[in-house]
């Protein structure tokens, strides 16, 4: 019999050694797969994740999009931390990810061709009003009808891409693109295309928004009474309770600055990078941010490193994907291996592996 016991103490070097071990992990059973793929197991690991930063041939281009694919998965993975360190599980940033670039891209479409340094500033707010608005609804429910958020969150993800697909196809499609689908494209509207700020950079207003997340929320943790209710609630509900916590408040709080954040993260990206409303805006990267969020140990300069790292196998995978011929499916098996692991990893931390003979009763 396989059972396991919780440790007395667990050790805290392994626990801090926790992300380290899931990435080497991950490399060893991603290279057994692409072994077994029939692809060189070294050159598919080199290629994700050594010739995007220091391979002089395509560095020039893959540096500056590490911050692009980085700022949106560190945006959303910390407002998830917030949530996830309260015990409060927001599954569906995508869905608020999509939400908030709808909202904002729909306030910069209704003033085109208006020219005004006022435009964007509208954009970033509606943006973040879109993503709050959609988590307040997982939010309301579970705070009013005891509603799982999760399953609540998640389902409201799936609205989230029909109302996407419905914009693009009509009420913000491009009247002058030949009923193609898609709206109108931002970086043809300078006061609603968020450029980069240093030109060859990568660096744009969102990469900005992600810095002052993360500095917000090691603050917010670190020195503010709302963080310490935060991690109460989390490691002691009941204490938390006699504490003066409030569990709706801090419910509510949660959600809807995850949902800002997501918000904001999707306003950026389709301000800027992605340029239009389109069916296939969405790539991911709400779901993609938990593992950022984990792989970080929800804390902010964690999801940080973690969001860079994330980012990264994206930009690697998608260059295995074109140089090597590895299939797209095995890259996103690849990077699902990162929770996976970091998962395995803290249970054993926590737990050890007893084996024995089955007791009779």
């Excluded at 059972?3 to 103490?9: G, I, T, V, Y």
């Excluded at 999009?65 to 980085?70: D, G, H, R, S």
């Excluded at 085109?112 to 954009?123: R, T």
């Excluded at 504490?243 to 800002?260: D, I, K, T, W």
Aim: charged residues 10%; contains cysteine; glycine residues 12%.
């Amino acid at each position: 019999m396989i059972a396991l016991e919780k440790r007395p103490q667990p050790s805290r070097l392994l626990s801090a050694l926790t992300p380290v071990l899931a990435v080497i992990a991950t490399m060893i059973a991603g290279g057994i797969m692409f072994a077994a793929l029939g692809k060189d197991p070294f050159e598919a690991i080199r290629t994700i994740f050594w010739d995007p930063i220091f391979n002089e041939q395509f560095a020039s281009f893959s540096r500056p999009q590490l911050l692009v694919k980085a700022a949106p998965l560190i945006l959303i993975a910390i407002g998830l931390s917030l949530g996830f360190r309260a015990g409060v599980w927001n599954i569906g940033a995508e869905g608020q990810y999509i939400i908030g670039a709808i909202a904002g891209a729909a306030v910069g479409l209704a003033f085109y061709p208006y020219e005004s340094f006022i435009v964007f500033p509208l954009m970033v707010i509606a943006g973040a009003l879109g993503g709050f608005l959609w988590a307040m609804i997982p939010g309301l429910l579970k705070v009013k009808f005891h509603t799982n958020e999760i399953l609540v969150s998640l389902l409201l993800v799936y609205v989230a891409e029909f109302i996407l697909a419905s914009m693009a196809l009509g009420a913000l499609r491009n009247p002058e693109g030949a009923g193609f689908p898609g709206s109108r494209n931002l970086k043809d509207y300078p006061s609603a295309f968020n450029a980069e700020l240093i030109p060859g950079t990568g660096a744009h207003w969102g990469v900005v928004a992600a810095i002052i997340a993360v500095i917000f929320a090691y603050v917010l943790f670190s020195k503010h009474m709302m963080g310490f209710h935060i991690r109460l609630a989390g490691q002691a509900p009941k204490a938390a309770r006699f504490a003066g916590v409030e569990p709706a408040r801090l419910v509510l709080f949660c959600l809807g600055m995850s949902g800002a954040l997501a918000g904001l993260a999707g306003l950026f990206e389709i301000s800027g990078p992605a340029g239009q409303v389109s069916i296939d805006f969405n790539v991911g990267y709400g779901f993609t941010a938990i593992i950022v969020a984990f792989l970080g140990r929800l804390h902010p300069v964690g999801i940080l490193l973690a969001g860079l790292l994330m980012a990264l196998t994206y930009i690697g995978g998608e260059l295995a994907s074109f140089m090597l011929g590895i299939p797209g499916a095995a890259i996103q098996a690849f990077q699902g291996m990162l929770l996976f692991f970091l998962l395995a990893v803290d249970v054993l931390t926590n737990y050890r592996i007893r084996f024995g003979k089955r007791e009779v009763a």
